[in-house]
Every structure is written in C-alpha cells, then in structure tokens.
DNA sequence: TTGTAGGCGTTATCAA
DNA sequence: TTGATAACGCCTACAA
C-alpha cells in the first residue's frame, strides 16, 4: 500500500519494501529491443515465423529486463488454460498417493499444469466447481468422488474431459478407468481354496464403496463355484486401525475362517496384527489376502499376499482416454478395465516365509 | 474441427459432436438479465454494490445459460492469481503426502487453488520456474528441492514469497520452516542413556542431505555429553529397504551398538525387520528409533519409538509466514524451528510392549 | 446504485 | 517475416 520507498530509493532493500515491481510485458520488451510487440510475442510461440536477427533482439532484451511470458492472457485468447485439474484425497492409502505422484509427473511431462483439490469421501466435488470452472480447466481426473450428475453434464457442455478412478457410475460423459475388482477377488478366491480353505471371511471396506463390493462379488462368485464358501462379511474403514480391531471381532474364538481376504492392505496388514495378538500363526491357522500392492505390504513384517491394481497402467489409460476425447477421437463416458495381477506372499504361503 | 453437427441439430448428442461450446461471458448475462456488464461483474464481486433487484436478474439469467466467472481476466486485471505452488516429491514417504495434504486442505480452504508441481531430488526448481512464472503464482511452498540463487532472486524481485521446508540455506528471500533436527537428535539420545545404552549407531539418509546431518548433530552431542558415543555412521537412501540393508551391515556380529538411530521412520523400520532377521531381539538386545512419525511406525508389528515432527504445527506456520510476507508484514528470508517431541513405544522399552 | 469506457497482456488476423 | 489492430472477458474508475 505504502509508496515510502522513493525516499529510499537506492538502497539494497527496496525491492523488499516497495510494491510489488509488476512482471515486465511483451511491450517493453519489444520497446527494449526496438521490435513490435508482435514479434516478441512470435518469439515465445513454438512454430511461429520470426527471423533469427528478430528472435536474437528480442531474447536479449528479454533477459536484460528478466521478462516472462505470462500464460493469463494467452487463455483468455486460447480458450486453453493447459490447466488440469486432479481431485484426490484419502493419502493416507499409499495407492492413492502413487496415483497422485504418477498423474503429476505425466502432466507434467506433457506441458500441463496440475491443479490440486482435495476431496474427501462425503463431500462431493460439486462445490469445487466453480472453482474448476473458473480457472477453465482442460480436464479432470478423479481419484475418489463423484461428480453429480448436473456437473458432469456441466464439463460435457464444454467439452471437458472427466476420468474417474474405480467408479461405476454410469454416465454419458466421465470416463473412468478401474482395475479389475472382480477378477481381483476371483483371483484370490481361486489361491485361497487351491491352499486349501473352505471358509473364508471377507473383510469389506465401506458398505457404499463400490469397489469393494466389486471385489466380494468376484470373490463370493469364485469360491460358490469351487465349493467353498463366505462365512462373514464385515465392513469397516479403509485403514489399518479399523482392519485390527474389525479382524479380532472375525477372528473371535468359535467358527473362525481359515482365510480372510480384505478390501484393501491397509486393512489386511491390521488384520495379521489382529491375528498375531490372538495368537494365530499366518498362514498356517489362517491365511490373509489383501488389494492394492501397497509398499508396506512387501515389509518383512507382514509379507502380504495381494492383489495389484497395476497403478500405471490405470494411470497411462486414463491420460489416453483424456487426450483421446480432448481430440474428440473418442466420446466421453467410456469405462475401461484394467487387468490385475495376483502377488503372492507368505501370508497365504509358508513355502514363501522369510529368505532374505 | 467438422461442422457437420447441425445436420444432426435436435438430437441428444449434439454437445458431444459440436465444437467446444464456449463458456458464456458476463456480456452475455448482462444482455439477457437486461443490465450492464459491470452490473453482472458486481454480482460476483464480494462487497460490490449491487441492488438485490439487479443480483437477482444477474443470477437468473446466469443460471438459465450456465455462466460461470472467469478467473483469468480477473488475474490479469489485478496480478493476483490466486494460485500457489507446491514443489513435492518423494511422496513414498508418508509424512512427505501428509504435508502435501495438509498444505492443500489449508490452501483450500483459504481461497487459493494449489498447483502442483513434481520434484524430484536432483532435479532443482529452476526448470520449473518459467511455469511458476507464467501462471503468475502468489506464493510457492517447497517440500525438498532448493531453488538457486538466481531463482529465488527472480520470485523476490516479484515479491512472492517462498517457504521452504526442512533446509538450512541461508537466503534473503526464501523463508523455511524446519522440525528441530538437533533438538530430535538430542531427544533420543537422551532416551538410550536413560534406557541403559552407550554405544549407538546412526542409520543416515543421504550424506548431503541437511536434515539428516542436523539430526547427527543433535545426536552426537547429546551422547557425549551424557559419556556415550556413536560407534558407527552409515549412509543409505531414506527407504525401507536400504534401511533394511544397511542395518543388516550395521548388525554384523562384532561390536554390534545397542542403539540405532535412524534419519527417518522408514529406514528404521526396515532396520527393525533387519535385526529380527538377524534374530535380535528388540528392545532387550537392541533399541532402535525413527524421525517422522509416520502412521507405519505405530502399527503393532513395529511399534517404532520415534521423533513427531509435528507437520501440522509446520504447515501452520508456513502458511502464517506466507500471508505476513504477502502482506508486508515481515520480510522474507525469515528462518522457524517448530519443537519436535519424543514419542516413545515398545522399540525401545520392554515396558511398552502390546496390550492391546 | 448504475452504466460507460478504458485497460490488463497476450494471440490472431491481415496487410504490407 | 513484420507490424498494426482487433479481440479475449473481466475489473475499476468515473460520471450519471
């Protein structure tokens, strides 16, 4: 606010105590260098004509007075913000923060800009839209909620592309990419009763969750068809905590199953400390199968069997389909399934207990 | 690009198959609400003074075509975007997502929009800063890399404030907020003497690495000065599974310490499955100890005696520095220690041990 | 409280 | 290859 700093002009602190210096424009720029505006502007712009003599001016001038070239006005031009919006939440899952990272450095790669928010399971993006709109974003990515509808048919009006992770929803415009949950489940059913269990339980995330409930379908289906069978499904949280105390109700003493396949590892990795509190040897007395290939599952201590969503893979789709749409190669609204693989550990092997 | 959409005018996938439909302007809501432009543009400006009549009208008519404020021309009128940088990286690290979280939920929920930018170790900022620039950021929050000097000379120039975390650089401009690395050190020191050890190890991240050597420090000279020393300083990558391998070096059979110091939690929990590996029993035989205190280091196969950073408390602080240094209030350049505080578990005393 | 008009820093069009 | 010039969509005096 204050304009005290002519009186001490010439001094070394002034930048710190003057108003902020504005970033230098194209017009003083080409004013420096004795060239329009235009040709400064054709000097920042990839495949644009501008002679050698003219680009050499104008960079110099250019560093002389440190300008840089804002991307504002070339939206409002462009009606391409190069802006692209991810909406995460729930870090606390190492998944989904791989997803984060993996998205991130992609974009990056591709010249975007990765806009942040933060969404958690109840609070719907909906009211981030503004938001999105405002900034007039070139797409968005989901890891966790779901658009309303009236919002999902507000991008598909613009031509927005939306990609969601692990969502079912149909609709005429979100695409979304998901692993394979029921073949995930079926996956570990079919390892479960080939080691030799016939009672299994299934510790399941939310009840709402979609994915989780994919993934006992496919478990359910494959253990009917192999002549075992679900002695118990019970829903907690996705995290560790909620798997431990949710595992020592399952794995009270009378009817206990002989496996137990969670919804996800955070879970799973409580539940083989419920199981050694109470005493139960893994994977002799029970065997224990997760989902999500997190790093902490490979830890010494837990050695967990698990299934792997493949996150680049779903990662790679999911930038494909963007740029496909984007392009209008392809509508909106596809759903794609990405191929999981089953990663067996010692929880559901002694042959594969501890050797390195 | 084809215009071959109005043969099919009438049909439902019209939007699909058009060209972008753009976004409506304020123009066009002035026009239709029978107002002037800056009538709409006071409707969504806070503290404008508009009769409810006329917000009324504006609002109707911006619902019926959908419009929806642009951001960008208000950046360009004001040079003020509204967007702050995040540098991240490293995200395996839980307490590394558990700032980035952080950091977005607060940045939300205070009007601004976080661009995301990937880091990686070696890969400075400076790269980067032609992006930061053209999009006209308000603040940049660092998570690792440091900028160069030239680098942050350009944001002081613009006065954006930096905050930095975790580095001791010493800068005009660029401020950080750091856990108490030596007071930590110090802290766990104190905590093996007390338990009855004085001979310790120190599982180091990287060797260049400031927060690790500061930690040393802490460390070290706590331990001489209650008569204890270090019998052994090893590098490795700050992971589970270097940490697992150097302990593994560390534990060889003779001159084994009693104590191991880690920079971080995640190499003290690979060295935690190391010594069990080497059949070591943890307390009785051997104390071990993190810094970070991440969600992993309390699940009960661990149970890992660690140094709390307190990242909300950093995070906090970041973000009071940012909006004094926006506001003038305070230079830049300013340098906070938040207090870190021991937590203590069964890793280094027998007392602790599961019950429950 | 309202409308008019100028400007923010680019890109895009068109002549030269 | 260059330079005028007109947008882009909003904010902000200023005048009414």
Redesign the interface.
């Known amino acids: 606010m204050a304009k005290r700093a002519s009186k001490r002009s010439g001094t070394k602190?002034d930048?710190?105590?003057?108003q902020?210096?504005?970033?230098p424009s194209s017009i003083e720029v080409a004013r420096l260098a004795g060239v329009s505006q235009s040709a400064v502007s054709r000097t920042y712009t990839a495949g644009a004509s501008v002679s050698d003599a003219t680009r050499a001016k104008v960079t110099r001038a250019a560093a002389r007075i440190?300008y840089?070239?804002?991307?504002?006005?070339r939206?409002?031009q462009t009606?391409q913000?190069n802006?692209v919006g991810?909406a995460a939440?729930g870090?606390?899952n190492?998944l989904n923060?791989?997803l984060?990272?993996a998205y991130?450095?992609r974009l990056?790669n591709a010249g975007y800009?990765?806009?942040?928010?933060?969404v958690t399971d109840t609070n719907s993006l909906d009211e981030l839209v503004?938001?999105l709109?405002?900034?007039?974003i070139d797409g968005l990515f989901l890891t966790r909620t779901v658009l309303s509808r009236r919002s999902s048919e507000?991008f598909?009006?613009?031509?927005i592309p939306v990609i969601s992770f692990d969502t079912l929803d149909k609709n005429d415009w979100v695409s979304s990419v998901c692993p394979d949950d029921q073949g995930g489940g079926r996956l570990v059913a079919n390892l479960f009763v080939q080691r030799g269990a016939t009672k299994a339980a299934y510790l399941a995330g939310k009840s709402d969750n979609v994915a989780s409930n994919e993934r006992l379908e496919g478990f359910r289906a494959a253990l009917e068809q192999l002549g075992a069978k679900i002695t118990n499904v019970s829903y907690c949280a996705f995290q560790?905590e909620a798997g431990?105390r949710a595992a020592l109700e399952v794995l009270s003493p009378r009817s206990r199953p002989e496996a137990i396949f969670c919804a996800n590892d955070l879970i799973a990795?409580?539940a083989?400390?419920a199981a050694?509190?109470l005493g139960i040897s893994i994977p002799n007395d029970l065997m224990i199968a997760g989902f999500d290939n997190i790093?902490?599952s490979s830890?010494?201590?837990?050695d967990l069997t698990t299934v792997n969503p493949s996150p680049d893979s779903i990662v790679e789709t999911s930038l494909m389909i963007f740029k496909k749409v984007l392009d209008?190669a392809i509508?909106?609204g596809v759903r794609i399934l990405v191929p999981v693989t089953l990663i067996e550990r010692a929880s559901t092997s002694s042959a594969l207990a501890?050797n390195n």
């Open positions: 602190k930048a710190t105590l003057d902020p210096r504005k970033y440190g840089r070239p804002s991307a504002i006005p939206i409002m009606s913000s802006l991810i939440g870090l606390y190492p923060t791989a984060l990272e991130t450095i990056q800009q990765v806009l942040l928010f933060h503004p938001r709109a405002a900034y007039r507000e598909q009006k613009f031509h560790y431990y990795l409580g083989v400390d050694r509190r790093p902490q830890w010494r201590a837990y209008r509508p909106g501890i």
